[in-house]
């Protein structure tokens, strides 16, 4: 399964420039991949890490701002279907549970 977090966070000011590069940074450390600007995913093994991952990224989310996060299937994951722009190839996107690089 995968965790997706979207946010929309102001940056008008400086101090909230600084608290969304925070969140950013953050969200990298912990795991999540960017895929696409302030769309960022974390591939989990169970619905319970799942459930972890939200509180974890819910805790140190900021108090101004709009975070969501949704848990998909890694079956409805791969249904996503590009519309446009091209495909990244220095991305790992299969349903497989092993990969090997």
Request: charged fraction near 25%; aromatic fraction near 8%.
């Amino acid at each position: 399964m995968r965790v997706m977090v979207f946010f929309d966070l102001p940056v008008g000011t400086a101090a909230e420039r600084k608290e969304a590069g925070r969140f950013r940074k953050f969200l990298i450390r912990s795991g999540f991949v960017m895929m696409q600007e302030s769309v960022y995913t974390k591939i989990v093994l169970t619905p319970a890490a799942a459930a972890s991952v939200i509180r974890y990224v819910r805790g140190a989310s900021p108090e101004e701002g709009l975070v969501q996060a949704l848990t998909v299937t890694e079956k409805q994951f791969a249904g996503i279907e590009l519309i446009t722009g091209s495909v990244r190839k220095d991305t790992v996107d299969s349903a497989e549970r092993l990969v090997i690089l």
